[in-house]
Antibody
Framework: EVQLVESGGGLIQPGGSLRLSCAASEFTVSSNHMNWVRQAPGKGLEWVSLIYSGGSTYYADSVKGRFTISRDNSKNTLYLQMNSLITEDTAVYYC?????????WGQGTLVTVSS | DIQMTQSPSPLSASVGDRVTITCRASQSMSNYLNWYQQKPGKAPKLLIYAASTLQTGVPSRFSGSGSGTDFTLTISSLQPEDFATYYCQQSYSTPWTFGQGTRVEIK
């Protein structure tokens, strides 16, 4: 089955770091454009980061310099390294494949930044 | 950054109604506009991409139109499973941006 499965979320104190993973099945991450999108509790969708199939990366201003998107071709997995976390980063984080629109989404992983 | 503004929000409708949601962009973006449906506790689902192309498996009662700055999502006959929140999203230039969402609720 073609799917994305996120992991790595949890409760973290402000200033801490967390790495999210997004494992892909039945398609190749490195051959696709891949995104991270987040949704704060009760709020709308916010794009976070993009990695093109060619390797170029882009970030929302709100996370630039703190978050890093990457992929491991041998594991067929997408990552989001999140450093210097702040309370405003609290959200469900989704990975999404980009073909036309975001045509395939993971189930999401909750990140809670709180002391 | 391209700002996306949806209207109305929320939208009250009945089963069988024809429903139209509007999305306006702050600058022209050709047809790089996508529509998603999200139900509580679930990931968004792609309905329409490139403004008017129906994603595989999406019922034909959903349709999209528009170009430039003004876009619409239409549900021709609202079904019980269509009560959800709908988002537009531009993929013309980074940062990709979403509208604030339109919640379609039961009248």
């Amino acid at each position: 089955e073609v799917q994305l499965v996120e992991s790595g979320g949890g409760l973290i104190q402000p200033g801490g770091s967390l790495r999210l993973s997004c494992a892909a099945s039945e398609f190749t991450v490195s051959s696709n454009h891949m995104n991270w999108v987040r949704q704060a509790p009760g709020k709308g969708l916010e794009w976070v980061s993009l990695i093109y199939s060619g390797g170029s990366t882009y970030y929302a201003d709100s996370v630039k310099g703190r978050f890093t998107i990457s992929r491991d071709n041998s594991k067929n997995t997408l990552y989001l390294q999140m450093n210097s976390l702040i309370t405003e980063d609290t959200a469900v984080y989704y990975c999404a494949r980009h073909r036309g629109g975001f045509d395939l989404w993971g189930q999401g992983t909750l990140v809670t930044v709180s002391s | 950054d391209i700002q996306m503004t949806q209207s109305p929000s929320p939208l009250s409708a009945s089963v069988g109604d024809r429903v139209t949601i509007t999305c306006r962009a702050s600058q022209s973006m050709s047809n790089y506009l996508n529509w998603y449906q999200q139900k509580p506790g679930k990931a968004p689902k792609l309905l329409i991409y490139a403004a008017s192309t129906l994603q595989t498996g999406v019922p034909s009662r959903f349709s999209g139109s528009g170009s430039g700055t003004d876009f619409t999502l239409t549900i021709s006959s609202l079904q019980p499973e269509d009560f959800a929140t709908y988002y537009c999203q531009q993929s013309y230039s980074t940062p990709w941006t979403f509208g604030q969402g339109t919640r379609v609720e039961i009248k």
